[in-house]
């Protein structure tokens, strides 16, 4: 031992009950570097951190802080060592401010004023260079604020030893660099730093060396400029693992869903979607591209039944007495929809929120679909069971058996219990929303196979994404919303990158008036009046897109807008 | 007019002292995060271990040949009635705190465990007296109204400030303390924070456990004294069967319509307690008492509506209220 080393943690194993978290696991930090803590969802680090920063305390294995040797029994204990921990999910009071979270458990006098210990906190601040107003409640933060009072926390803890974990999850890339600028400038200044992540340009980014944990074992150490992503991902996944995404190519089928001038209000009373239309088909992915609050929500909720709209309407394929029907289903229950006879699957983006039922095992949560089918006061739960086991069989969910609870699986293993069980009602629609948020590697590209097979089959699939790089490769035409508009179908396989982005961030409402030139308002309110009449607004659709949008889709088939306006 | 204005205002302040000590005894408890609905069998407990308290301390002294000493007899009166609201609590905080049994449960079993409890003693050490208990009038005197030399006899003002029973400054003190306590003081902070999130407090390195059974037990123990005022001075030193029925319930209550807030309790448990009596000194014909009755509790509907209304994050009920905390829990 060192004095180089800051933390070395030795054959450590935890277990919860019969899961086994961590199985004689090793680490060391180093002192003045920053080390990355790669592995999949579900493989022991977050496990493994916690046990250094006193949530979890390890069933065997020792810690040496600084060479000697310690009992970590809370995150009191840890703090009195110098290990500060900056979690997944923050740990803030939203009522308090900046600098009482930032005081908060720390002795001292016992009144105190508020002026005092918040120019303390802007001393601080400053001398890391954050900007952060110490009177701010946390509830009126940003992601990034909070993470913000979080680090300031812990160095107003006087930590040297500083755990991340999965920091960037909720970031964007801008925010990002900005925190991987301030952890260099905290390792310049002599402190240790964990990185826990799975995005692997990150690592790259950002770190010193990475160990790399599989199913909660211990695979490697490695200094991270030896090494490359590719073997990082062969480490971490225990295989190779290509990175392309396939596309399948496959004819074109039936129109399957159309969405015809849909608008909607958002909770302030501003349009959240305005005159949306788009079809879907059978046999390919449609992508949906915008940055985040662009309507995407809003757009897949109220297509299943869930969101209120203003006007429009949505078309799905049915039949009726034996001749083939576009069925009007929009401001229908879910309930209703399927009694007609359509099949449409929606894995909603707040998976245990509107998907799952956390606090129930996997049988209970796919007999959700099914309970109200058969006769009689009692439910079948031999068909749910039976299904429940081919889905963990079939998609490698890793659980106990069919009674796991569903809040209790790694989000990888959620995300797949619930796409499985849409998947299994044999949809002709199938629309996702952010389906790989926060899952590892291996678990995206399983749930991106599923997407493909189930396009095989012929399903039409709406998949709402966030990362431009997967739309672009795995989706067959690409939809782009700005502002609750679309400002765009294009195809994926000729557009650049540069180009979407452009396309996301068009401010439609000022183009389309640039030559009648009504004020905002005053449009707003037109478009509100005329709302459920369809297609007697000239300027909807894609009438409306400028010069920027040339490349638009013309791969077969057209949106839903140009079809009634040839 | 003016008099019929003074009279109701003392009467309201007096009916609303044992309602603000149930209060600020549930504030600090709900602070921590714990929800005991078991304010009422608290008083309970406080009422007549209280009672007999000051019963005991005269039968001793009596049977010594001493001569009892009213300001004694209130003393022990007042421990005693904390000890016992803070027993019960303390039996509701290792079931939840420790145990981690659920709170709405476990509080109303302490509500009908203190209920039995009171009914229960009071009607066998009544017997054991012969037939029923009541202080002499040496421990009555010391609950009667203060008179304090010149204050008290300002007219009007006098009246409407300084001629109540000690209890009365002792609750408006124990609020004033609270509302310090909590806002003030860096204990306070990290109480409200075990309240709003104590996996927070938590990692903040405060012991969450400690926090919580150190608020609850003292926040048991006011409601206990909430208790006594009821056997000692709304029923002059009697116990009566069943005393205290409703107005731990009241107490409870208020706590919402004090929106947490000790010293705002003070102020609203003027309001209640004048709403408790106002029906004996304003009459409308025709108008049944039982609608007067009702008025505390279409008060808190009517406090209910509006806080959910705004839903102001800061005038709420502390977010981890009622939410037993388990650090290996994992989400």
């Known amino acids: 031992m060192t004095d180089t080393v800051a933390v070395c943690m030795e054959h450590i194993t935890k277990t919860f009950g019969k899961v086994c978290a961590n199985r004689d696991v090793s680490l060391d930090l180093r002192r003045g570097e920053i080390l990355a803590l790669l592995g999949e969802n579900g493989s022991g680090k977050t496990s493994l951190v916690n046990m250094l920063s006193g949530i979890y305390f390890p069933d065997s294995g020792e810690i040496f802080v600084h060479g000697k040797r310690v009992m970590i029994r809370s995150p009191k204990d840890a703090s009195n060592l110098g290990i500060g921990m900056i979690h997944q999910h923050f740990k803030l009071v939203e009522v308090f401010s900046a600098a009482e979270n930032i005081v908060l458990g720390q002795p001292g006098s016992l009144f105190m004023s508020k002026k005092r210990i918040e120019a303390e906190v802007a001393a601080l601040a400053q001398r890391y260079g954050f900007e952060i107003d110490p009177a701010k409640k946390v509830y009126a933060m940003s992601v990034s604020e909070k993470q913000t009072v979080e680090i300031i926390k812990i160095l107003y803890r006087g930590a040297d030893i500083l755990i991340l974990d999965e920091p960037t999850a909720v970031l964007t890339p801008h925010e990002t660099e900005k925190l991987f600028a301030v952890m260099r400038k905290m390792k310049d200044d002599g402190k240790s730093l964990i990185i826990i992540t799975h995005k692997l340009g990150e690592v790259m980014a950002v770190s010193d060396r990475v160990e790399v944990l599989r199913k909660g074992e211990y695979i490697a150490t490695v200094n991270t400029r030896d090494t490359g992503q590719a073997e990082l991902t062969e480490m971490m996944v225990g295989r190779p693992i290509s990175l392309r995404i396939e596309r399948p190519e496959r004819p074109v089928g039936e129109e399957r869903l159309q969405v015809v001038d849909l608008s909607c209000l958002n909770a302030e009373g501003f349009k959240a979607l305005d005159k949306v239309s788009f079809s879907v088909f059978g046999g390919e992915i449609l992508g949906i591209a915008g940055i985040a609050g662009s309507g995407q929500k809003e757009l897949c909720e109220s297509v299943a039944g869930l969101y209120p709209s203003i006007g429009g309407a949505v078309l799905m394929k049915s039949e009726y007495e034996g001749e083939p029907v576009m069925e009007p289903i929009l401001g229908l229950k879910p309930d209703v929809v399927s009694s007609k006879g359509i099949s449409m699957a929606f894995v909603p983006e707040d998976r245990l929120g509107m998907g799952l039922v956390a606090s129930l095992d996997i049988t209970d949560n796919v007999m959700l679909r099914s309970y109200k089918n058969g006769r009689g006061p009692f439910v079948d739960r031999k068909r749910p069971r039976a299904l429940a086991e081919y889905l963990i069989e079939q998609l490698e969910i890793v659980a106990t058996g069919p009674g796991a609870i569903v809040g209790r699986l790694s989000g990888g293993n959620v995300q797949k219990v619930l796409i499985g069980r849409e998947i299994a009602q044999d949809p002709t629609v199938l629309m996702v929303a952010y389906p790989v948020r926060g899952l590892d590697i291996n678990s995206s590209y399983k749930i991106y196979d599923l997407l493909n097979e189930q396009k095989k089959k012929g399903v039409a699939v709406v998949f709402i994404g966030e990362d431009l790089d997967v739309l672009l490769e795995l989706s067959d035409r690409l939809l782009v919303l700005s502002g609750g508009r679309v400002s765009g179908v294009v195809d994926p396989r000729t557009v650049t990158k540069e180009e979407v982005g452009l396309m996301m961030v068009q401010d439609l409402s000022r183009a389309s008036d640039g030559e009648e030139a009504p004020p905002p308002e005053q449009l707003r309110l037109d478009l509100q009046m005329q709302g459920v009449r369809p297609g007697d607004d000239p300027g909807s659709g894609l009438g409306d897109v400028p010069h920027s949008t040339q490349n638009v889709a013309s791969d077969g088939h057209s949106d839903g807008a140009e079809r009634r306006e040839p | ?331």
């Not at chain 2, 010594?64 to 209130?74: K, N």
């Not at chain 2, 905080?93 to 009914?119: C, D, E, H, K, M």
């Not at chain 2, 009555?140 to 007219?155: C, G, Q, R, T, Y």
């Not at chain 2, 007067?292 to 009920?317: D, F, G």
């Open chain 2, 1 to 331: 007019m003016l008099d019929t204005a003074t009279t109701l205002v003392m009467a309201a302040v007096l009916a609303g002292t044992p309602l603000l000590l149930g209060a600020l005894g549930e504030i600090l408890t709900e602070r921590s995060g714990n929800l005991n609905l078991g304010v009422e069998g608290m008083m309970f407990m406080g009422a007549i271990t209280g009672l007999i308290g000051s019963w005991g301390y005269e039968q001793a002294m009596a049977a010594a040949g001493i001569e009892a000493i009213g300001a004694v007899s209130a003393l022990i009166s007042l421990l005693v009635s904390f000890i016992a609201g803070g027993f019960g609590a303390l039996i509701y905080s290792f079931l939840t705190i420790t145990l981690r049994a659920n709170q709405n449960v476990t509080g109303l079993v302490l509500t009908i465990f203190g209920t039995g409890f009171a009914n229960f003693f009071g009607e066998y050490v009544g017997l054991a007296a012969g037939g029923y208990v009541a202080v002499s009038s040496v421990t009555k005197e010391a609950f009667l109204p203060l008179h304090i030399p010149v204050l008290s006899d300002i007219p009007v003002l006098g009246q409407l400030l300084f001629q109540y029973n000690w209890i009365v400054y002792f609750a408006i003190g124990v609020a004033v303390v609270m509302s310090l306590f909590l806002f003030k003081t860096r204990f306070g902070l990290n109480l409200r924070s075990v309240g709003e999130d104590p996996a927070a407090a938590d990692a903040a390195g405060i012991n969450v456990s400690r926090y919580r059974y150190m608020a609850t037990v003292i926040g048991g123990g006011i409601c206990g004294i909430g208790g006594m005022y009821m056997s000692m001075v709304t029923t002059s030193g009697v116990w009566v069967h069943g005393c205290v029925t409703g107005y731990g319930w009241l107490a409870v209550a208020l706590v919402i319509f004090a929106t947490w807030s000790p010293l705002r309790g003070i102020l609203v448990a003027g309001i209640f307690g004048g709403l408790m009596i106002v029906r004996m000194y304003i009459s409308i014909p025709g108008l049944p008492v039982q609608i007067y009755e009702m008025l505390p509790y279409m008060a808190t509907i009517l406090v209910l509506i509006s806080t959910s209304v705004r839903q102001s994050k800061e005038h709420a009920m502390p977010a981890s209220t009622g939410l037993n905390y388990f650090r290996e829990d994992r989400e």
